[in-house]
T-cell receptor, first 114, second 115 residues
Framework: DAGVTQSPTHLIKTRGQQVTLRCSPK?????VSWYQQALGQGPQFIFQ???????QRGNFPDRFSGHQFPNYSSELNVNALLLGDSALYLC?????????????FGPGTRLLVL | AQSVAQPEDQVNVAEGNPLTVKCTYS??????LFWYVQYPNRGLQFLLK??????LVKGSYGFEAEFNKSQTSFHLKKPSALVSDSALYFC?????????????FGKGTRLHILP
């Protein structure tokens, strides 16, 4: 049973560019959440997708957008990259409708913006 | 709005001694509480959670946590630390009764187990 997978593992971009990160949820999970973890900080919630729609959103600008596909996989897109977007981006999946909805995390994508 | 605090940036414990990593929370309703561990260059691994019921929750790798509603705390504990427990630990809270329901993480506590 594969856990949550993310690609790529590392990425280097320059300011102003656009980036797309990908996530495949754990088998049996239908909900995907994205987090940004800056160096030395805890994960910050970006948004959550369920049934191919954004359900909740954290305090991130519209430059951050996403998508969920019918197979429950998801993409995170960031436009007009800033130096401050350098971080570890984590994807977490869960099964909506279960009481606990424990989130299971992927290994992350480390993004460096130069 | 819900929040979670981990008052210690770092905790040092000798191998074999008991360890405690502290966490306090603030929510308007009844919380769901979680502990995760992060090893270098890795994602977060789920350790344990409190949803309801027994205040003492047992999780992976011999860890446990005690929910204390009056003190709004959810401290992580282990009776005997191992060097391999050295990692970054995150406490997280959800307020499922809140319309703006999302998981909020603390800043993390770095645990050093000294051989």
């Amino acid at each position: 049973d594969a856990g949550v997978t993310q690609s790529p593992t590392h990425l280097i971009k320059t300011r102003g560019q656009q980036v797309t990160l990908r996530c495949s949820p754990k088998s049996g999970h239908d909900t995907v959440s994205w987090y940004q973890q800056a160096l030395g900080q805890g994960p910050q919630f970006i948004f959550q997708y369920y049934e191919e729609e954004e359900r909740q959103r954290g305090n991130f600008p519209d430059r951050f957008s996403g998508h969920q596909f019918p197979n429950y996989s998801s993409e995170l897109n960031v436009n007009a990259l800033l130096l401050g977007d350098s971080a570890l981006y984590l994807c977490a999946s869960s099964a909506r409708g279960t009481a606990q909805e424990t989130q299971y995390f992927g290994p992350g994508t480390r993004l460096l913006v130069l | 709005a819900q929040s979670v605090a981990q008052p210690e940036d770092q905790v040092n414990v000798a191998e074999g001694n008991p360890l405690t990593v502290k966490c306090t929370y603030s929510v308007s309703g009844n919380p769901y509480l979680f502990w995760y561990v992060q090893y270098p260059n890795r994602g977060l691994q789920f350790l344990l959670k409190y949803i309801t019921g027994d205040n003492l929750v047992k999780g992976s790798y011999g860890f446990e946590a005690e929910f204390n509603k009056s003190q709004t705390s959810f401290h992580l504990k282990k009776p005997s630390a191992l060097v391999s427990d050295s990692a970054l630990y995150f406490c997280a809270v959800r307020d499922p009764g809140n319309r703006d329901d999302k998981i909020i993480f603390g800043k993390g506590t770095r645990l050093h187990i000294l051989p």
